[in-house]
C-alpha cells in the first residue's frame, strides 16, 4: 500500500492551496479515505473524510466552511482543497484509509505533505 500526499507548500494568510494523495496497492473504491495532520511534538488530528462513492463527508470543526474534500475513484486520488488559510493550518498533512468513520483512521501512513501558512 502507498498513499502519497502532494501539493503543500508556502502560502499567506487567506490563500489556499489543493491537496493530493494517490493511492496504490489497495482496492481504493468504496474505501473511505481521510485527511489528517500533525504539527512537531502534537498529537496527529483528524481533518476531513470522503466516504467510498464520495456521497458522504465530514469535517473538524476547525476548518469546516473552508476546506473541501473530493475523491476522483479512476485516479485513486483524493483531494483536499484548502480555502481560507490560517497560520494554525500549518503542519504535516497526510491520507489515509479510514477505519472507523470520520476520524478513525488504520494505522498506515504514507509520506505527507508540508503545509505553511505565513501571517
Known amino acids: 500500500v502507498q498513499l502519497q500526499a502532494s501539493g503543500g507548500g508556502l502560502v499567506q494568510a487567506g490563500g489556499s492551496l489543493r491537496l493530493s494523495c494517490a493511492a496504490s496497492?489497495?482496492?481504493?473504491?468504496?474505501?473511505?479515505m481521510g485527511w489528517f495532520r500533525q504539527a512537531p511534538g502534537k498529537e496527529r488530528e483528524f481533518v476531513s473524510a470522503?466516504?467510498?462513492?464520495?456521497?458522504?463527508?465530514a469535517y473538524a470543526d476547525s476548518v469546516k466552511g473552508r476546506f473541501t474534500i473530493s475523491r476522483d475513484n479512476t485516479k485513486k486520488t483524493v483531494y483536499l482543497q484548502m480555502n481560507g488559510l490560517k497560520p494554525e493550518d500549518t503542519d504535516v498533512y497526510y491520507c489515509?484509509?479510514?477505519?472507523?468513520?470520520?476520524?478513525?483512521?488504520?494505522?498506515?501512513w504514507g509520506q505527507g505533505t508540508q503545509v505553511t501558512v505565513s501571517s
Open positions: 470522503i466516504s467510498g462513492s464520495g456521497g458522504s463527508t
Open positions: 489515509a484509509k479510514v477505519r472507523t468513520w470520520p476520524s478513525i483512521p488504520y494505522d498506515y
Open positions: 496497492g489497495l482496492a481504493f473504491n468504496g474505501v473511505a
